[in-house]
């Protein structure tokens, strides 16, 4: 499975952004997808995962109420929207997959190049 994340930029404090990552190879649709962070000087951190149907969800604290993960399977694509953004959400954006169905916040095997994103204040 290879893994594509775009979307990244520049964004005031209290703006929006949608993030997408793109994947390609088989039985994509039946994978859990994740998205992570990591700020400078930081470690990489767990943002939001989503089941392989798109049933299930699961958010960090610090996002939750503000960003939503979503996924279309016949488009072998997820996305992270990001709303009312705060400067302490600048990092790079990592989306990851791994072959089980469930929303984990780790354990995740294949990644995707990182996006990113800066928020201004």
């Known amino acids: 499975v290879q893994l594509q994340a775009s979307g990244g930029g520049l964004v005031q404090a209290g703006g929006s952004l949608r993030l997408s990552c793109a994947a390609s190879?088989?039985?994509?649709?039946?994978?859990?997808v994740g998205w992570f962070r990591q700020a400078p000087g930081k470690e990489r951190e767990f943002v939001a995962a989503?089941?392989?149907?798109?049933?299930?969800?699961r958010y960090s604290d610090s996002v939750k109420g503000r960003f939503t993960i979503s996924r279309d399977n016949a488009k072998s694509t997820t996305y992270l929207q990001m709303n009312s953004l705060k400067p302490e959400d600048t990092a790079v954006y990592y989306c990851?997959?791994?072959?089980?169905?469930?929303?984990?916040?780790?354990?995740?095997?294949?990644w995707g190049q990182g996006t990113l994103v800066t928020v201004s204040s």
């Open positions: 990851a997959t791994k072959q089980r169905v469930a929303a984990d916040a780790d354990g995740y095997d294949y």
């Open positions: 190879g088989r039985a994509f649709s039946r994978f859990a």
């Open positions: 989503i089941s392989w149907m798109g049933f299930s969800t």
